[in-house]
């Protein structure tokens, strides 16, 4: 298989139409939209650019900022650039994530539209205009539902846009989802089942869309059987060792229904480079290995390498979400977490040896005399975390794994190559649970709930890992989201989905609960899109936001 070719930079700086959020023009390249729009190789090139903008939430620091933090399951690690939205500290209509997403997500919305009226300029049989109209209306579907989770009845429309806009609307969450499911329902229609190409759409990644779409809008019947259908129509299958779901070599298995990719060819990822790629990301590729590792490199027996990662420290678990592992019997903890560093750097500590324990990160309580016992660092659960989950030190503690990358070529590589996945087959059996238990059937939700169970289970727990009806109820599936999913930049969206951002986050989080508000349901829209607009009587600010 060959990945989908994103865009090179110069072309995607001269396609980013103006939107109603960005008003400032750049185009270096001096290509023209007719030249994009007129020629096969053009409209291509359109429509691989449509796919970039995925890049700025999946796999970056600002995603997990807004799709992960200020929920039940993560808080601050010492590196913390985002306490506005870890804990909810003085959140404003400044904060650079919102500003950043704002104009990506309506950039990428402006691109689809364009596409989408002008494809039968484009010079492509008619069979192909029909795949890539139904991609972009993919697209458009999958931004605009960012933009409406995230900030509500804002901005909408389905017309391509030229020039500097002075005005912007509000437009209710129901047109929306109108639009969403319109979209959708012609991807449905009209996408291939497969795909040779990496990262491109596929009819069942717009199904398995479809059904979280329908989730999220209380349509539990066609959640279900959309759900159903993607998990037994297509040949997915669960990975069977969940720990190898997040081998580097193992990107392309079959439980991934879409990913977005990034290429092995740092060179051709996303980067902001002044010459190259002008709008890129100031560190482009997967960076999730930088961000949830502890500071392992600063204690005694480990010196920094690139097995271990280069740890920005930004993220680490609550303790809420470690205790949601009974790791005797569920493989997901250590498929999850990292707990053990083995010594590189083993002169540094009297009597041990390479490949010796260095650190022992725990969630449990430790003796004094296990301790005194051992000649590794320890830093146990009274060492991490107080009685009521608040935290004792941000540095050194489990530190979330999935997304370790010990293929880059060297130790300060800020990119991986790794793909994000967006969808994958765990989630549908979730979906379908949760939308049979919305119908009052918490016997079959059980069912699909236990076949992922069964398969994290360790060897030898398989029924001890099962569960049944009477256990089942949303907070339970909201727990088995976070051991299944943890991480995945969708916890906002479960918590917000199921009404339960406010209570999981006070009730789990310390630090966040003592500062979230209702107001927290949205974001505040960016400051700089409310000074630019002239109906600023019509266009206003969020809710709770200044």
């Known amino acids: 298989m060959k990945r989908l070719l994103i865009i090179s930079a110069a072309l995607l700086s001269a396609l980013v139409m103006i939107t109603s959020c960005d008003i400032n023009e750049y185009n270096p390249s001096g290509i023209t939209a007719e030249t994009v729009y007129t020629t096969p190789e053009g409209y291509e090139t359109l429509v691989n650019a449509a796919y970039s903008y995925s890049r700025w939430w ?52 402006n691109l689809c539209n364009s596409g989408i009226q002008r494809i039968s300029e484009s010079g492509l049989s008619e069979e192909l205009q029909v ?21 509500g009845g804002v901005h909408f429309t389905t017309d391509p846009t030229q020039g500097i806009q002075v005005t912007a609307n509000k437009t209710s969450i129901d047109q929306f ?22 990262g491109r759409v596929t009819k069942p990644a717009a199904e398995a869309f479809l059904a979280r779409m329908y989730l999220t809008r209380d349509m539990n019947q066609q959640a279900f059987e959309m759900a159903d259908r993607v998990i037994n129509d297509y040949g997915f299958g669960l990975v069977e060792n969940y720990d190898d779901l997040w081998e580097m070599d193992n990107l392309q298995n079959e439980e991934v229904i879409w990913a977005v990719n990034y290429s092995s060819d740092l060179n051709l990822n996303d980067q902001q480079d002044d010459i190259l790629f002008p709008e890129g990301h100031g560190r482009g590729g997967h960076n999730g290995h930088l961000h949830f590792f502890m500071v392992y490199d600063q204690v005694s027996g480990m010196d920094r ?30 498929g999850s977490f990292k707990s053990v560093w083995y010594s ?16 022992y990160a725990t969630k449990y309580e430790v003796s004094e ?3 005194n016992n051992a000649i590794y660092t320890i830093y146990d659960r009274s060492d991490i975390y107080e009685s009521d989950g608040s935290i004792v030190q941000r540095r050194f503690y489990p530190s979330l794994d999935k997304f370790a990358d010990p293929t880059r070529p060297t130790i300060s590589e800020m990119m991986s190559s790794r793909d994000a996945f967006v969808m994958r087959l765990a989630e549908m059996y979730l979906i379908a649970a949760e939308a049979q238990l919305n119908m009052g059937n918490s016997a079959m939700a059980a069912e699909y709930i236990n076949v992922i169970r069964e398969r994290a289970a360790k060897p030898g727990h398989e029924a001890e890992m099962r569960i049944s009806a009477g256990d089942v109820d949303i907070d339970f599936i909201l727990d088995e989201r976070g051991r299944e999913l943890a991480g995945e930049q969708l916890r906002w969206f479960d918590l917000k989905r199921t009404g339960k ?23 505040p829209i960016p400051q700089i899109q409310i000074d630019a607009v002239e109906n600023k009587n019509e266009f206003t600010q969020n809710p709770g936001y200044q």
């Open 305 to 334: 390498d690139i097995e271990n990662g280069r740890p920005f420290n930004r993220y680490m678990p609550t303790a809420f979400l470690l205790d949601l592992f009974d790791d005797e019997i569920d493989s997901r903890y250590d």
């Open 131 to 151: 795949i890539r109209e139904a991609e972009l209306r993919f697209l458009r579907a999958f931004y605009y539902w960012h933009i409406v989770e995230t900030w």
């Open 501 to 523: 951002l406010l209570e999981r986050t006070r009730e789990y989080n310390p630090e966040a609960g003592e500062n979230i508000q209702d107001h927290h349901v949205l974001r």
């Open 369 to 371: 005399e296990f301790r």
């Open 344 to 359: 590189n750097a083993p002169h540094e500590v009297e009597g041990m040896a390479p490949g010796d324990t260095a650190i």
């Open 177 to 198: 989802y109108d639009q969403i499911f319109s979209d959708l329902d012609f991807a449905v229609a009209n996408l291939p089942t497969t795909t040779s190409d990496i």
């Open 58 to 109: 999946y796999g970056k620091e600002e995603g997990w900022a807004a799709a992960e933090m200020g929920t039940d399951l993560f808080t601050s690690g010492a590196g913390d650039e985002n306490p506005d939205f870890t804990r909810y500290e003085n959140l404003q209509p400044s904060a650079d994530v919102v500003e950043v997403f704002w104009e990506q997500f309506y950039s990428a919305i």
